[in-house]
C-alpha cells in the first residue's frame, strides 16, 4: 500500500487528494484483485492517519481555506497565465498535434424545453409564445472534441438504474455509450466507462503517441482507476484552474451555446406542428440530426480558438 501516492498522481496535475479520496484510493487497490469469499477488506479507522505520516518528507498536509472573491479574483490573472505556459510545456514535452489534443465535458438538456426564437408575424400580439412541452426531464450528455475539429460518439447519461429496451430503439448509432443513473448526473463508474470509450475512438494510428486531455476538476475524473487508466495508455489529464472552465474550457463557449441553441429549436419546430410532448425518446431519435448541425468542424475549431488554445 506504500506505493499509493506513486499510482495516483493526481496531485501531479494541480489536484491535492483529500484524505477521503485517499480512502477511496487504498479501498480500490484492497478490493482490485481481491479473490476470497465474502467483502475485500477496506482500510481502518486510523489507516490514512498513518499513510500520511510514512508519506516522503516533500508531502505535507495542508488546510486549504475558502478565500475572498475579490482575492481570488486579483490572483486569477496570474493563476491563468501559468495554466497556459503549463499548456505549452506539456505540449511540448508530449510531442502533441492538434488530433491529440481532447477536451471533455458534460452539459445537460431539460429534455422538453425550447427557446427563444425570432419569428415573422403580422399579429405580434397573439404570436408572442411557443408552447413548452410537457417533458422537464433532464438528462445528462458527455462530449469530447479534438483541436483538430473532430468529435467522438457521446455518452448519454439517462436518469434510471437500468438500461431499457426502448432507448436503444431510438438512438440511431450503435457506437454511442449510454449509461444510466439514479439521479442523471455522472458517477466514479461512469466516468471510468467513458474514459475507456475516449481511448478506442481517439487512440492515435501511432500508439504510443501521446494525447493531451483537457478537463475539469469533478471528482470522478480523479479517482485512481481513472488516473492509472490515463498512464498506462498514454492520456495525460491537464486540469483546468479553478473557476476557469467558464471562460477556458472549448466545449464551455460556442460548442455547447450551439447544442442548446439548436435543441431549443427542434422543441419549438415540433410544439409549432402541434406537439404536446417531447420526451426522452423523442431526444434520442432527434439527438444525431441536433449533433450533426452543431458539432461541425468550423464550430469546434471555432471552439478552441476563441478560448486561446
Excluded at 502533441?96 to 477536451?103: A, S
Excluded at 412541452?133 to 458527455?142: G, N
Excluded at 462530449?143 to 430503439?169: D, M, Q, S, T
Excluded at 488516473?227 to 467558464?246: D, K, L, N
Aim: aromatic share 12%; net charge neutral.
Amino acid at each position: 500500500m506504500g506505493c499509493l501516492a506513486k499510482n495516483c498522481p493526481v496531485d501531479n496535475i494541480g489536484a491535492p487528494p483529500t484524505n477521503q479520496q485517499i480512502e477511496e484510493s487504498a479501498n480500490y487497490l484492497l478490493g482490485k484483485d481481491f479473490s476470497g469469499p465474502g467483502e475485500p477488506p477496506r482500510a481502518g479507522k486510523n489507516w490514512v492517519h498513518d499513510f500520511i505520516k510514512r508519506l516522503p518528507k516533500q508531502y505535507v498536509r495542508i488546510v486549504q481555506k475558502p478565500q475572498e472573491k475579490e482575492r481570488t479574483v486579483a490572483e486569477h490573472y496570474g493563476e491563468v497565465e501559468r495554466w497556459f505556459i503549463d499548456l505549452e510545456l506539456a505540449i511540448q514535452q508530449y510531442k502533441i498535434r492538434p488530433q491529440n489534443l481532447w477536451n471533455f465535458d458534460e452539459t445537460g438538456f431539460i429534455v422538453g424545453q425550447g427557446k427563444d426564437e425570432a419569428v415573422v408575424t403580422a399579429y405580434p400580439k397573439t404570436s408572442k409564445r411557443v408552447s413548452s412541452l410537457s417533458s422537464r426531464e433532464s438528462i445528462t450528455v458527455i462530449e469530447g472534441i479534438n483541436a483538430e475539429g473532430k468529435i467522438i460518439p457521446p455518452l448519454l447519461i439517462p436518469k434510471g438504474k437500468v438500461h431499457l429496451e426502448e432507448w436503444y430503439r431510438h438512438i440511431k448509432d450503435d457506437d454511442w455509450l449510454v449509461a444510466p443513473a439514479s439521479n442523471g448526473f455522472i458517477t466514479d463508474k461512469i466516468a471510468f466507462e467513458w474514459l475507456q470509450h475516449f481511448d478506442h475512438f481517439s487512440r492515435p494510428g501511432a500508439f504510443p503517441d501521446w494525447r493531451l486531455l483537457l478537463m475539469d476538476n469533478h471528482t470522478t475524473h480523479l479517482t485512481i482507476q481513472f488516473v492509472q487508466y490515463c498512464e498506462i495508455w498514454h492520456i495525460r489529464p491537464f486540469r483546468f484552474s479553478p473557476h476557469s472552465t467558464h471562460f477556458l474550457q472549448p466545449l464551455d463557449g460556442v460548442p455547447f451555446q450551439q447544442y442548446k441553441h439548436v435543441h431549443g429549436r427542434v422543441v419549438n419546430k415540433i410544439a409549432r406542428l402541434g406537439g404536446f410532448d417531447f420526451d426522452k425518446n423523442d431526444l434520442f431519435e432527434e439527438l444525431r440530426d441536433i449533433r450533426i448541425k452543431t458539432f461541425t468542424t468550423r464550430t469546434i475549431r471555432h471552439g478552441w480558438r476563441e478560448r486561446g488554445i
